[in-house]
Nanobody, 127 residues
Framework: QVQLVESGGGLVQAGDSLRLSCTAS????????MGWFRQAPGKEREFVGG????????AYLDSVKGRFTISRDNAWNRVYLQMNNLKPEDTAIYYC????????????????????WGQGTQVTVSS
């Protein structure tokens, strides 16, 4: 089993920055592709960013490209989501996810590719 714990959410104003962290435990972190998803009220959960295990290939939702950066620290079993220039439409619960597998050069983007999920952290951006 894998346990994922997110932190770093909060209430900010438009244009501000936040950094979300996710700490993983329970299996070798360095073998997992990691990702961030979000779910806004009344909407389906959507992919935000993903990072592969070995070559650190990344992928992003189009609307966050250039503003959000996903990174990982295998020594500390952590994955991060740096969010800059936040907008009210970024308001959502943000979830960390881990996959059992990892493919070289591919960052998973589909929910079905991730087996483990955190409880989520709320991000609220006021205008």
């Amino acid at each position: 089993q894998v346990q994922l714990v997110e932190s770093g959410g909060g209430l900010v104003q438009a244009g501000d920055s936040l950094r979300l962290s996710c700490t993983a435990s329970g299996r070798p972190f360095e073998t997992s592709t990691m990702g961030w998803f979000r779910q806004a009220p009344g909407k389906e959960r959507e992919f935000v960013g993903g990072i592969s295990q070995s070559d650190l290939t990344t992928a992003y939702l189009d609307s966050v490209k250039g503003r959000f950066t996903i990174s990982r620290d295998n020594a500390w079993n952590r994955v991060y989501l740096q969010m800059n220039n936040l907008k009210p439409e970024d308001t959502a619960i943000y979830y960390c996810a881990a996959a059992r597998t990892s493919l070289y050069g591919i960052a998973y983007t589909r929910q079905s590719q991730y087996e483990y999920w955190g409880q989520g952290t709320q991000v609220t951006v006021s205008s």
